[in-house]
């Protein structure tokens, strides 16, 4: 079992940063791939980056691309979103998820991850 914790949300400006974090513990971090997904109001939860067990490979939404930017410290047991150039419609509530199913490919399906967090809000203002 993994416990995970996210931080870093909160209220900006479109065009503005925010940096997500996800604090893990319990079993051996390096065993998961690691995802972040949202969930806008009233929508479903949508697969927004994933990062492979060493870091060595992500994957993204086409949304956000170029704007977002997914990493891992397998050595602090951390994940984390960069969030860059936000727009209104980035408003959601972002959950971090683990999943170990996979051997390799990052999976962007919300049911091939196992273990959530609370989830940390972002709001974009105009």
């Known amino acids: 079992q993994v416990q995970l914790v996210e931080s870093g949300g909160g209220l900006v400006q479109a065009g503005g940063s925010l940096r997500l974090s996800c604090a893990t513990s319990g079993r051996t971090f390096s065993n998961y791939i690691m995802g972040w997904f949202r969930q806008p109001p009233g929508k479903e939860r949508e697969f927004v980056a994933g990062i492979s067990r060493g870091g060595g490979s992500s994957s993204y939404t086409d949304s956000v691309k170029g704007r977002f930017t997914i990493s891992r410290d397998n050595a602090k047991n951390t994940v984390s979103l960069q969030l860059n150039s936000l727009k209104p419609e980035d408003t959601a509530v972002y959950y971090c998820?683990?999943?170990?199913?996979?051997?390799?490919?990052?999976?962007?399906?919300?049911?091939?991850?196992?273990?959530w967090g609370q989830g940390t809000q972002v709001t974009v203002s105009s």
């Open positions: 998820a683990a999943g170990d199913r996979s051997s390799w490919k990052i999976p962007r399906s919300a049911h091939e991850y196992d273990h």
